[in-house]
Structures are given as C-alpha cells and as structure tokens.
C-alpha cells in the first residue's frame, strides 16, 4: 500500500485509549491503534503523534480550582497516556521517542523542534506530550503547533464521531455530514472540529485537516493511504 502522506500529525484523542472502559487505558484498545500505527510506520510514513488526557483528567474538571493548576494536571495525564502508547509501539518493533514540553528528563526527552526533526528523519515515531507546556491552549493547539514546527503535510484528527457534521449525530439522527470545508466555514459554523486557536493556527500555516472516525483502527492505514473517508478542512 502506497501512503499519500510523507509525514503525518496524529491527533488521537485521551478518550480513544479508555476504549470500552470509560476511563483510564484498556491496553487491548491501545494495541489495536499502535498495530495500526505500525502499519504506516512500515509503508515508510514519518509520524508525530499527539495524544489527549481526556481519559484521567480535562482542565474544566477541577471545579472551583485554579485553572492554570488544573490544565497542568491534564498535561501530565498527557504523559501517561504517551508513555501508554510509546510502550505498545516498542513492543510492535516500532522505535518510538516521547517529549514533552515540560522537562522531566528522567522520564521523557524535553521537547526540541531540531531533535525531534531528526527522530523523524531516521525512522522513529515521536510523541509530543504536555500539550504545548501553557495553559489555556488545547491538546489540539498543540498538535496544530507541532504539526506547523515539524513541517506535517496534514494532521489526522481521530474523533469518535467518522466526520464532520452540521450537527451532535448523537444527538440528531438527521445531521448532516460534510465531506470538506473551508477553515473560515468551520469558524463561521462553530463547528468544533478543533478549538478555534487551532483551527486559525492551521489556516495561517495551510495544515490541511482530515477528521475522521476511530470506532475502527482501521481507518488510521485508510486516511493515511488516501482513501476518502471522513472530512477535510483546508483552504
């Protein structure tokens, strides 16, 4: 299978990795994505990785709290959930490097935009943790960032929904899907496909956006070979 992409954003969300569970990590759900990763590891893809906390903690959880102390406790659930996924990744052959924008070098290299260029260019898959080390900026701001760092053709957003809808398909039976949007549409409609930081970070940087559904690891090789699934946002 021929990959579409060179180098790749995965934004996968905390949630993902709960799986069944709810909470925290199910490790046959972990395995079942790094697999997949693998996959495009060996069509010779360069991927960075970045991973939400959603499953231990969200910033918004602490009611009452500090926000910025209750962002900085999402980021390290970040690290869990990277450290999670590197270890699978390992254990599929795959060689694989964690950073994080907060130094904790006993546990993970500090990131460093040149360092992990190179981590890319030989060969190993690099997971970008603590969001972007601040405070009221999003896992997805940080993917939108790195992505735009690294050079990424695209960011890959792996939701629980398989798309972008006019509205909640949970919710609403009759909600319809798109299949590509402009970055002005998705601000102008407030559609939520990433935070609006994100989304400007990616139109000022033209970071081409393709959404789609994780209910099916699958669908991670098929995006990543071109197939048509789920929505793009681009210029």
Not at 3 to 16: N, T
Not at 22 to 31: A, W
Request: a negative charge; hydrophobic letters at 40%.
């Amino acid at each position: 299978m021929k990959p579409k992409y060179k180098r790749i954003m995965l934004k996968i969300s905390g949630e993902a990795l709960a799986g069944e569970n709810g909470f925290g990590l199910n490790q046959p759900t972990i395995n079942s994505i790094a697999s997949k990763i693998k996959e495009c590891y060996d069509m010779g893809v360069e991927i960075a990785i970045v991973i939400g906390g959603g499953n231990f903690w969200r910033g918004r959880s602490g009611e009452g709290m500090d926000r910025t102390r209750a962002d900085h406790m999402g980021m390290l659930a970040t690290v869990i959930n990277s450290l999670a996924m590197c270890d699978a990744l390992e254990h599929l052959g795959v060689e694989c490097r964690v950073q994080t924008a907060i130094e904790m070098r006993q546990i993970a290299e500090p990131y460093i935009r040149l360092k992990a260029a190179s981590h890319l260019k030989k060969g190993r898959v690099v997971i970008f943790a603590c969001g972007s080390g601040n405070p009221f900026f999003s896992t997805d701001t940080a993917a939108a960032l790195r992505a735009a760092e690294i050079d990424a053709e695209v960011i890959l957003l792996a939701k629980n929904v398989d798309g972008v809808y006019d509205s909640d398909p949970n919710k609403n039976p009759d909600a319809k899907k798109f299949d590509r949007l402009s970055f002005i549409e998705v601000l102008n409609r407030g559609l939520g496909v990433m935070d609006s930081t994100a989304t400007s970070l990616c139109m000022d940087n033209d970071i081409p956006i393709l959404v789609f559904g994780l209910d099916d690891p699958e669908n991670i090789t098929r995006v990543v070979a071109g197939e048509n699934i789920g929505t793009v946002v681009s210029k």
